[in-house]
């Protein structure tokens, strides 16, 4: 039998030296000591008297020092994880602590090693922004629609378990059951950054409890997701372009219908930069009940849209020039959940689970991290 402190060393000393030095790169990576001067330097300009005098630019400001206490609070807590570990480690030489407890110890600074590698990896200006995500169900009545809501509360899960707050902007419920589109702004941090992996198609395919045959069938849901932008962002929209309709918004079952036009339908023309072609977008709001509050929402719709239109044509450039990198098409199949034979695959990554369950109450973590370890910049 292996003696207890042989035990230790035989498990994690190894994984101990790996953890280390990853905090020691990403302390370079992430340039903490001049994150920590440069804090110091911007919380000096916040107390200056005449700070608020410009709103504007002084909410620019309160947000870069947000930006850079998040990073460096994010690395202090790996580093004292990693301490943790160490500590565990060295006691357990000693039998004050138990393998046990320094496995639970190397747990938790792996994952806190792996989440800030993650979020290393977002260093776009758009990856800091918070998300709009819209469902559309495909062809396929009931059975596609039923499938969109399982998105959307899939979503509306893993939102939950990450903090972020989440508003429906628009629903629009199915016939018979489900939806046929939502529209859910996610806000927290870098909630664009991890949610833009989700853009594309997503492939059902299931015994449909909607045929009386009990067939297989496959159903279709579009996703798409932009980052949501402030006023911090110049983006040119043409007022002449935009048009806008009106209609009475209700709520969830039809229930509590507004008797006044509270919902707005905007129409926006434009030439699209993508295809150099006339387009149009049209945006529904039907979050509040004041229907000037409601077009200031799909305005702000409107212009993340725009944003995303840009930064997609900044993309294809970039991929031209990088044509050795994985072409990823906007609107392609990117992931299929098969639930007959308990399977979910991403054919990106081909990263896959037989925890269907645990993917469809929200564990999308993996799934994004795949994406973000193979596609990013």
């Known amino acids: 039998m292996w003696k207890f402190e042989n035990l230790c060393d035989m498990i994690t000393i190894e994984q101990l030296k790996d953890i280390n030095n990853r905090v020691e790169k990403l302390g370079q990576y992430l340039n903490i000591d001049e994150k920590r001067m440069q804090l110091a330097e911007e919380e000096i300009r916040t107390q200056d008297p005449d700070f608020w005098q410009d709103a504007a630019n002084a909410e620019k400001q309160l947000k870069k020092v947000k930006t850079l206490k998040n990073w460096l609070e994010g690395f202090e807590q790996v580093k004292a994880t990693a301490d943790e570990l160490q500590l565990a480690f060295d006691y357990c030489k000693e039998e004050i602590v138990t393998e046990q407890e320094v496995d639970t110890a190397y ?83 870098m909630a664009y950054g991890y949610l833009k992996s989700e853009n594309g198609v997503h492939r059902l395919v299931r015994v449909s409890p909607y045929n009386a045959q009990g067939k297989r069938m496959t159903s279709f849901s579009s996703v798409f997701v932009v980052p949501l932008i402030d006023d911090s962002i110049d983006i040119e929209v ?71 239109l840009e930064l997609e044509k900044r993309r294809q450039a970039q991929a031209k020039v990088e044509a050795g990198k994985k072409k990823i098409e906007w609107g392609s199949q990117i992931r299929s959940y098969v639930f007959d034979d308990r399977r979910v695959k991403d054919h990106r990554t081909n990263y896959q689970t037989s925890n269907v369950n645990a993917v469809m109450d929200g564990d999308l973590d993996e799934f994004i991290k795949a994406y973000l370890m193979e596609f990013h910049d």
């Open 238 to 308: 043409n007022p002449a372009g935009i048009s806008w309709d009106t209609f009475r918004s209700s709520g969830a079952g039809g229930q509590n219908v507004n008797k006044v036009e509270s919902g707005v339908r905007l129409h926006y023309k434009f030439k699209n930069p993508l295809t150099e072609q006339d387009d149009e977008i049209v945006i529904e709001n039907t979050e509040t009940r004041d229907q000037p509050k409601n077009r200031e929402n799909a305005l702000r719709l409107l212009r993340s849209q725009l944003y995303e």
């Open 107 to 189: 747990e938790k600074a792996l994952n806190a090693v792996e989440s800030l590698e993650m979020k290393n990896m977002l260093s776009r200006e758009e990856d800091q922004m918070p998300a709009v995500l819209k469902i559309v169900a495909g062809a396929g009545g009931t059975e596609a629609q039923d499938w969109a809501d399982m998105l959307f509360r899939m979503y509306m899960r893993y939102c939950e378990k990450h903090g972020y707050k989440t508003s429906i902007q628009n629903l629009q419920e199915g016939e018979e059951a489900g939806i046929k589109t939502v529209t859910i702004n996610v806000e927290g941090d």
